[in-house]
């Protein structure tokens, strides 16, 4: 049974449809911790499936390597075999990506290299695109340049607030997430470092 971390900074939606897949026995990965950078609304989801959490401040260290140094601790306590990003709004210190690198996975909302960063739906929606995505990579030392796992294009429509884009990508995300976290405990999706 693969064992999976999840870190998130926000409201948790990606982490909740983890949760709800990985309840399932015959699921192939368990979650067994969710963590925070801040008091995320998403580490009630954690609690109400009865999943251990835990914050790290990134408020109350002085540095990206101190706040990594302090998350590191934390994720050793557990030992996950994977690592999942879903929606940690914080670029991880190279030290941590090497440590755990290439069990790291990343969720995005946008068809990568397209629009990588904090913003990609709002930069989609400013490009003026008809179609962007969802993606779920693994992660390096850049800002969403690791190898791709799995991505899906997303129409933009001509009246999509940044709102509205989002919760369309949202699912798409869910979805490969799901997929994605599956094929790595049954062994049909390989992960491999960025070269
Ligand atoms: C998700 O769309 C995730 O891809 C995005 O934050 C959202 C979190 O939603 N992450 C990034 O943009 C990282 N660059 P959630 O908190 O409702 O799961």
Known sequence: MLTVAVLISGTGSNLRALLEAARHPDFPAR??????????????HAEEF?????TVPWHEHESREAWGEELARQLD???????VLSGLMRLLPPTLVARYSPRLINTHP?????????????DALAAG???????????????????????????????????????????????????????????????????
């Open 50 to 54: 009865g999943i251990p959490s835990f």
């Open 110 to 122: 946008a068809y990568l290299p397209e629009f990588p960063g904090a913003h990609g739906v709002r």
């Open 31 to 44: 979650i067994i911790v969710v963590g925070a950078d801040r008091e995320a609304d998403g580490l009630a």
């Open 129 to 195: 695109v008809s179609e962007t995505g969802a993606s779920v990579i693994v992660v390096d030392d850049g800002v969403d340049t690791g190898p791709i796992l799995a991505q899906e294009r997303v129409p933009v429509l001509a009246d999509d607030t940044e709102h509205s884009l989002h919760e369309r990508i949202k699912p798409v995300e869910r979805r490969l997430l799901i997929d994605v976290v599956r094929g790595i405990a049954t062994g049909d999706l390989a992960l491999t470092p960025s070269s």
């Open 77 to 83: 306590v557990w030992k996950p075999d994977l690592i």
